[in-house]
């Protein structure tokens, strides 16, 4: 496992969308190393390597590691995630500190994979799924049920359309509160159905659950798994408020 590092970033592009939902790609000053679903501490304030670490927030990579740019996805909760809304602008410099975490895929490989999603716990799987995209790791199948809102926070609608071309097996569901604009694939109107959706495929082989999105959604699906007996092994999460 990469041992963390402190660099500085430069925010070379920022995307807003709905109800402030950002996405920023930054560039490292140096190469950094990561695996798909680790995550960063980032800082605004100037880190001082005599003082401590600065206040910092941590969020997932959502891209495939190995690139020339890291892309977070980040959505107003609080006094430092609005204060990243209001003071980032393109050039603006920050410090990142990374990797960190042990939610990754491997040991998946060749096994029925499924995906759970709300809101911006989808980042770690844009960087499973890019990452695959590019590799030749087969797995028997995999599934992703992403939750959101407001269909204006779809904001990885062309990557789901490319991954079925790229990559074997691949399927995708998208499920929304409000629809509000036309898009251009199926979409099912309503909340993640935990039931149906553990239902549906705790008939696969031996299926292993990632979980990442908001506390409450990650409880009920565990809860829901537990009760049907999937084993605590086959269940992964990432929690975040």
Known sequence: MSVP??????????????DDVTLYR???ELPVKFR????????LDNYDPSYNWPESRVFSMADAPNKEFIDI????KGNFTNRMISEISIGRQVWLKLPYGTFNFRGSAGKDVVLIA?????????????????????????????GVRNSDLIIFEENFKR???????????????????????????????????????????????????????????????????????????????
Not at 36 to 43: D, E, K, T
Not at 125 to 135: K, M, N, P, V, Y
Not at 215 to 225: A, R, V
């Open 163 to 241: 991954y079925v071309q790229e990559i074997n097996s691949f399927q995708y569901k998208v499920y929304c509160e409000k629809i509000n604009n036309k898009l251009s694939f199926s979409i099912e109107q309503g909340i993640l159905p935990i039931k149906g959706l553990v239902d549906q495929t705790i008939s696969f082989t031996n299926p292993v659950y990632y979980l990442s999105g908001p506390k409450s959604m990650i409880e009920c699906f565990e809860k829901e798994l537990k009760d049907k007996a999937i084993p605590e092994e086959r269940i992964f999460y990432d929690k975040w408020e």
């Open 118 to 146: 709300g809101g911006t716990g989808i980042s770690p799987f844009i960087s499973f799924l890019e990452d695959l995209a590019e590799s030749t790791d087969e797995y028997r199948s995999i599934s992703l049920f992403y």
């Open 36 to 43: 798909p679903g680790q995550f960063l501490h980032l800082a």
């Open 5 to 18: 590092r402190k660099v500085k970033a430069v925010v070379a592009d920022l995307k807003k969308y709905r």
């Open 73 to 76: 996805l980040v959505s107003p």
């Open 26 to 28: 930054l560039k490292p």
